[in-house]
């Protein structure tokens, strides 16, 4: 799948991604252990990736996710 975003998009994206992280990580903080404390990692690790990468991609021009 090929998404092309704005400058404007991607920021936005970038921000929303930043929240959702940050969120992430304080409920992994007190999440204990177990499967749920395992899919929150999962989770995150996508998202981070995600992020990472468009992060990358807003020194162009055109962005593609």
Same mark, same amino acid.
């Given at each position: 799948?090929?998404?092309?975003?704005?400058?404007v998009?991607?920021? =936005?994206?970038k921000q929303? !991604? *930043?929240?959702?992280? @940050?969120s #992430?990580?304080e409920e992994?903080?007190?999440a204990?252990?177990? &499967?749920?404390?395992?899919?929150?990692r =999962?989770?995150?690790?996508r !998202? *981070?990736?995600l992020? @990472?990468r #468009?992060?990358?991609?807003l020194?162009?021009?055109q962005?593609y &996710?």
């Amino acid at each position: 799948m090929l998404l092309e975003l704005s400058a404007v998009e991607a920021r =936005e994206l970038k921000q929303a !991604l *930043d929240t959702a992280l @940050r969120s #992430l990580l304080e409920e992994l903080a007190q999440a204990g252990a177990g &499967a749920y404390r395992d899919l929150l990692r =999962e989770r995150y690790a996508r !998202l *981070d990736q995600l992020n @990472r990468r #468009l992060d990358m991609s807003l020194e162009g021009d055109q962005v593609y &996710a």
